[in-house]
């Protein structure tokens, strides 16, 4: 019996995880989809511009969202993992 009753806080533990890593996916597919919409509409403001006479600091900007965009992707790469593990 002792055995059973470990089986089902064993699993009842990764219910928990289970949901917990589904919340986090959750949060992240979200975030990840700001950051496309907000890179997307800088894309597109630099497209519709002329050349500035300050390009670094709009080309920094773009490069910065386009890091957190790939740090929220592996994130999302690893809570991905996680579940199938």
Do not use: Y
């Not at 949060?27 to 989809?33: D, E, G, I, M, N």
């Not at 080309?59 to 999302?76: I, K, R, S």
């Amino acid at each position: 019996m002792s055995t059973i009753n470990a089986l089902i806080h064993h699993i009842d533990q990764l219910l928990t995880q289970h949901r917990a890593l589904q919340h986090g996916h959750a949060k992240l597919q979200s975030r990840v989809a700001e950051l496309e919409q907000q890179l997307s509409q800088q894309q597109q403001v630099a497209d519709t511009l002329t050349k500035d006479t300050h390009p670094e600091p709009e080309q920094t900007n773009n490069q910065a969202l386009e890091d957190d965009l790939n740090h929220l992707v592996g994130l999302f790469d690893q809570a991905t993992e996680a579940q199938h593990d």
